[in-house]
């Protein structure tokens, strides 16, 4: 019986009795097979795997997309001749049988083999263009490395309290092999091998320690790893005022990130101006943890006389607490005991929770000036203010997108474990986890109140709760303090600190959505720069670099207590924000208008909303900066969404107008060109009505670009002439501009190549006269691709280069993808098909990230034409057979006749018939175009392949006379003619003759 063997660790290989299976070409099938393997604890809806490996495409592709991937899954690993077979699979689910003849290494580990763990799950497996995968594997590799390692120590000191040092010592160096910085495995190493007898190999895995950390961090290893060395200084007595560092408190869950910031204290530590250093942070941000970690570190290393903790919870005073905590004989007079114990001792105390006692600051420095070794390490919701105090601001944990986890997400994955044992986070969850995290901008409790929710919630909704009210971040989980069960009461105690100007200042800025700048504070909501400075003292508001941010459930208490938000003057102030960008956007190429935009996106969208529902024509001046910004990264979804709301609420005609003349060709653009015409056949008599003439030439060239789909040519090209006509009557160079630009796209389009330069070159000439280079750089694109159907190499290249150049100081992510795709097109003319993967690829993952179909699609058409000449044959099919599952029948057609001349060079003519069959079904015989003329050549080789050269030379006839051919296709034609042996002189076929030849000849 057959027997499937899936390694997952490092690299990926997949193998029946040994024998390895190289018939998994597609990365998709693999991520399938890996997916179901990790997950196979139950089966799983079809639905889900489809979303799950094409997030981005409609369903019924996505479908059809899994439908085939399985298939090819099935036949690769022999899965109907297995018994069992190794996947369960139903019209609804598909499940791995786990009862099957088969092994996986990560079961194994999971099952406790954690020996053959080698890391790396799926380090070798990506999808490119699939966030959703790619999270789901992060998360799952995360996941797994931590609970290897938490295996891996457990074992480890199991083994040690049975005696056993050398499976203890192996246990340990397995650790270390793993995970080269986990400094607590060095230390487990270190300990086995001295209570093993070995402490020159103890001393040699130390100096191992200190050169990786140092070479790879930047760091020493801390004091506890020290001291494993020097066992007599740990011998510690009470009269020597040094505390080992269990009599810190106990961590009850592992301390996650923070090497910065733990870093920074550190060094502010060693300043010698610096002895009372003050963690300000909201209620909740980490402070005593922080605190405590550095304490640990600096233990034993820095402070002859020791580290003590001191909690001022519920304290009225500070003095007998610290009396208390450093053991002092209880005089009469505690003050003067105290400053005389201290005088020349060399300490660090770690003052908690300060906030109630900030009015005791002249007393702490006061003290500290009798005792000028001893430092206190406070942590406090705001400063004492003191003169010789350091401030050091504790914000948020990391947060970000990149591949590994941010420091905030692992808070969260711990956090949802604890609360449930058996969460397993799903592939979809990670940007929701994201997302939660950067609304709440790092901040730890709440990242756990919110993560405690899994017993009840599944992420989405905890994350849609965060936007509704304050609720879920309670619990009254005893694994909270009290006081940390519920953000609310810690807001509470913060907002009676507040100043009555403050409180008002406070509950205006909860209008801003994800931060605001200095300006927009003052504006908006009259916040002076001594109110702000006191709101960022109180930790209610953070400063991040330029701007300032407000925790989510901050801003939504502050809302609470708002009477009234201003949110007219935010709508006003980011309306002339918009408007004032609007010139840049226009008449330069650079990235920073975008950035701006980018940076208050979310108080955009806020303003727009509101003034949508309020006041519709506040949005007026706002709207050119708009239409510009959403094209160009990539939001013309959202853009088309709101401005269709927009419309339906405004009363001023033009400004209807305006934006539904957008929407319409944003919707052409999305493939969505139906949608468009009763919008088209609303506005165009609105425009004659109140003689908008601008708009009406924008109009109309929407409308000529839904004809031109429809392929009523002639129709089309005289709709941009009345555009045109009505562009001029508008005296708007630019409008002129823009409908020219448009019409020379389709006239390139329709093969009427010599014309569509003309067309294009005027428009430029008129965007650069008046400066409008967002409109001339568009063109350039145009102008490289007419060029390349032309057969002007040299004209086409130097266009591409061009808007290359333009492309990279706009960093618009659509122009560069366009941009990249311009220059693998330059160096496929040139026939350098390897140089030009990398520009399709890039070009590619952009325009699917964007999701922009038409460009998706012809992306990877050219992609697969580029591997094909590289001889990747099957990275080219997979690619075909990607557009085939998202194309309508107009790319369809291209697809099979390009399939069909795949198969021929792969030497599978059988292949290659069925193709061209499929081709014939779709093909239109009576609007011929430049398209047709591709798709006549391949049923040209196609018949040369099946050895029908006499029914071949019609078709090479027809495409090397027709007009419509582009030049690159002819020259290709004349070299497959120079093939065919000669033949006499014959009438040409009509498109008729054409037909019925080939349904002959194939069908």
Not at 905 to 917: F, I, P, S, T, Y
Request: negative net charge; glycine residues 4%.
């Amino acid at each position: 019986m057959p027997s499937l063997r899936l390694r997952l660790l490092d690299a990926f290989e997949v193998a029946i009795d040994d024998q390895p299976i190289t018939k998994l070409y597609s990365d998709r099938t693999r991520a399938l097979l890996a997916y179901l393997a990790i997950e196979a604890d139950r089966p799983h809806r079809r639905g889900e795997l489809a979303m799950l490996l094409w997030p981005d495409v409609e369903a019924k592709k996505a479908s059809q997309n899994l439908r085939q991937t399985l298939r090819q899954l099935q036949l690769a690993i022999g899965n109907k001749e297995a018994d069992p077979p190794y996947l369960l699979i139903t019209r609804q689910t598909v499940q791995f049988n786990v009862a099957a003849d088969q092994w996986c290494d990560v079961a194994a580990v999971r099952g406790g083999d954690v020996m053959t763990y080698r890391g790396g799950l799926l380090a070798q497996l990506y999808l490119p263009d699939n966030d959703l995968f790619n999270d789901w594997a992060t998360i799952q590799r995360e996941a797994l490395h931590r609970e290897v390692l938490g295996k891996l120590r457990e074992l480890g000191r199991e083994a040690f309290d049975l005696d056993n040092l050398p499976q203890a010592i192996i246990y340990a160096q397995k650790q270390v092999e793993i995970d080269p910085w986990r400094e607590e495995a060095y230390q487990d190493w270190m300990r086995f091998l001295i209570a093993d007898g070995q402490s020159a190999e103890a001393q040699r895995v130390y100096e191992k320690c200190k050169q990786t950390l140092w070479d790879e961090l930047s760091i020493e290893p801390s004091a506890e790893t020290k001291s494993i060395l020097n066992a007599e200084i740990r011998e510690k007595t009470a009269a020597s005022f040094i505390l080992h560092p269990s009599s810190l408190p106990e961590d009850k869950t592992p301390f996650i990130g923070r090497s910065q910031e733990i870093a920074d204290i550190k060094s502010l530590l060693m300043e010698p101006d610096c002895q009372l250093l003050t963690l300000v942070g909201l209620g909740g941000a980490g402070k005593t943890r922080l605190a405590l970690t550095v304490a640990r570190q600096l233990f034993e290393q820095t402070y002859r006389d020791g580290v003590w903790f001191v909690s001022l919870v519920g304290a009225e005073v500070m003095l007998p607490n610290i009396v208390r905590v450093l053991k002092l004989t209880t005089p009469s007079d505690l003050n003067t005991a105290l400053h005389s114990f201290l005088a020349d001792k060399h300490l660090l105390i770690v003052l908690d929770n300060c906030e109630e006692l900030l009015h005791e600051g002249a007393w702490l420095e006061q003290l500290l000036t009798n005792a000028p070794n001893v430092q206190v390490l406070a942590t406090s919701r705001q400063s004492f203010d003191s003169a010789s105090e350091w401030v050091f601001a504790v914000e948020g944990l990391r947060t970000g997108g990149t591949e590994q986890l941010s420091d905030a997400e692992e808070l969260f994955f711990a956090a949802a474990q604890r609360a449930n044992a058996r969460f397993r986070p799903k592939s979809a969850d990670r940007p929701l986890i994201q997302q939660i995290c950067e609304r709440v901008l790092g901040h730890p409790l709440s990242i756990e109140l919110a993560a405690s929710w899994v017993r009840l919630l599944d992420v989405g909704q905890i994350s849609a709760e965060i936007d509704k009210n304050l609720t879920i971040f309670a619990t009254q989980s005893r694994q909270f303090e009290q006081r940390h069960r519920n953000l609310r009461a810690v807001f509470d105690y913060t907002w009676q600190t507040l100043t009555a100007d403050e409180q008002e200042t406070m509950s205006h800025l909860a209008v801003f959505h994800d931060g605001f700048t200095r300006n927009a504070a003052e504006r908006v909501a009259n916040a002076n720069l001594l109110t702000l400075l006191q709101l960022v003292n109180k930790s209610l508001v953070q400063r991040r670099d330029d701007r300032f941010g407000l925790h989510e459930a901050v801003r939504q208490y502050a809302e609470s207590r708002s009477m009234a938000l201003p949110h007219a003057a935010h709508a006003a102030y980011y309306v002339e924000r918009l408007h004032a960008l609007e010139k840049r956007l226009k008449t330069r190429l650079e990235p920073e208008p975008i950035e701006a935009i980018s940076a208050d996106l979310e108080n955009v969208r806020a303003a727009w909303s509101w003034a949508t529902a309020q006041q519709p024509d506040l949005l007026q001046p706002a709207l050119a900066t708009l239409f510009i910004y959403w094209q160009r990264v990539g939001l013309i979804v959202e853009g088309g969404e709101r401005c269709e709301k927009l419309a339906m609420a405004a009363i001023d005609i033009p400004l209807r107008v305006q934006v539904d003349n957008k929407r319409a060709e944003w919707l052409v653009m999305l493939n969505r060109e139906a949608e468009c015409r009763p919008i088209l056949e609303a506005i165009i008599p609105l425009c004659q009505q109140h003689n908008l003439l601008r708009e009406e030439a924008l109009a109309h060239t929407t409308l000529a670009i839904y004809q031109f789909i429809q392929r009523d040519y002639e129709r089309s090209v005289a709709t941009y002439q009345r555009s045109l006509t009505l562009a001029e009557q508008s005296g708007d160079a630019a409008i002129e501009a823009e409908c020219r630009g448009r019409f020379g796209r389709t006239l390139e389009n329709i093969g009427r190549f010599e014309e569509a330069i003309d067309m294009l070159k005027s428009a430029v000439t008129i965007a650069e006269k008046i400066g409008r280079v967002d409109i001339s750089t568009s063109i350039y694109e145009r102008l490289s691709i007419t060029y390349l159907n032309v057969g002007n190499r040299k004209e086409m290249t130097r266009y591409a280069k061009i808007y290359a150049r333009a492309v990279e100081r706009m960093a618009g992510e659509r122009e560069i993808a366009s941009a990249n795709y311009l220059l693998g097109l330059s160096y496929d003319i040139r026939e350098e098909p390897q140089n030009s993967l990398q520009h399709y690829r890039t070009a590619l993952t952009i325009f699917e990230r964007l999701n922009i179909e038409r460009r998706i699609i012809v992306t990877a058409i050219h992609l697969a034409g580029a591997y094909t000449h590289i001889k990747e044959y099957d990275l080219a099919e997979q690619l075909y057979q990607m557009v085939l599952a998202r194309v309508e029948t107009e790319y369809a057609v291209s697809v099979y006749s390009l399939l069909s001349n795949l198969y021929i060079d792969m030497g599978d003519v059988g292949k290659a018939h069925q193709m061209l069959r499929e081709s014939l079904k779709r093909i239109s015989w009576t609007a011929p175009s430049s398209q047709s003329m591709q798709n006549f050549m391949a049923i040209a080789k196609g018949l040369i392949a099946l050895d029908r050269p006499n029914a071949a030379r019609p078709f090479i006839d027809y495409v090397l006379q027709s007009p419509l051919t582009r030049s690159i296709h002819r020259q290709m034609t004349t070299e497959m003619a120079a093939t065919l042996p000669a033949a006499p002189d014959a009438k040409p076929y009509t498109l008729t003759q054409l037909r019925d030849l080939a349904e002959q000849e194939i069908m």
